[in-house]
């Protein structure tokens, strides 16, 4: 790594997490039963998205997070307190009653129209798992197994306990050139996890993409990186796919590519022999 990254308190997202926590001391209403979990995404369409008090960013995230850039916006409070209400709203029910809100909101989602409702649900659109949220996730996708749900973590913690089995659920792991990343890789290998999959986030043309990684996002704001040099590149990022609503269109990160099948069986079967 070339480039010379600062302490995460000195960040963009180190700020925005000490904002977001000062209005959270304070701020505990909880999302009403009329509103929707789910919150407008342009790549997306829809996600239900958690605070940013709820990440563990690494050094390179901190310094690159959208979120964070958002916050430069006069409309900033008033989202960041939706997901605030759902934060608490999450930390207040059992996981079966949060499985069922979201599944609940999901189908008021339009189906069709200008935003329409994607083929699968999106968990930490923005933010990251904590434990409420992610019992709620076990309980959601051995309901509703005929839904993708796809849940994207930084933390090692919050993979060791997700569901296992369930062959609706994709959990990727964001990677990134910085050693916590690379520490923290090594602890989700050591956990075995039969449902994981990799993303990279690519900040450099000078990045090493470990060959585990099954989807690479290219840093949005730098023009200076590779846009054909992986087949996990994002077709949104690369430019070869309009950028709203792709995932709909595109399915690689929520769906299985055929290697990963492969890859599947393998674990499946060395994890078998192990237990
Ligand atoms: S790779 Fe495809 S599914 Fe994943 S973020 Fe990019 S467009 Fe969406």
New binding site residues.
Partial sequence: MNEVYLPIAFTLVGALIARTERIAASYHEVLAAAANIFSENY?LWWSTNLPAITCRPTSICACVCYMALLARSPRWIKSVKKLLRVYNYFMLVTPEEAADRIYRDYTRLPARGKRPRPPFIRVCGTGDLFPQLVLAINVLVRKHPEIPVWVATRKPAMVALLDRDAPNLFIVFSLDSSQESWERMAQVFSLGHLRLRFSYLRTSPKDRIPACVS?VYNQQTNHRLPTDDHPGL????AGR?PMAG??AK?????SLQPEEREDLCHRRSQYAKRS
């Fill in positions: 790549k989807v994002c077709p949104a990022d796919l792709a995932c595109c399915r690689r990160c929520w």
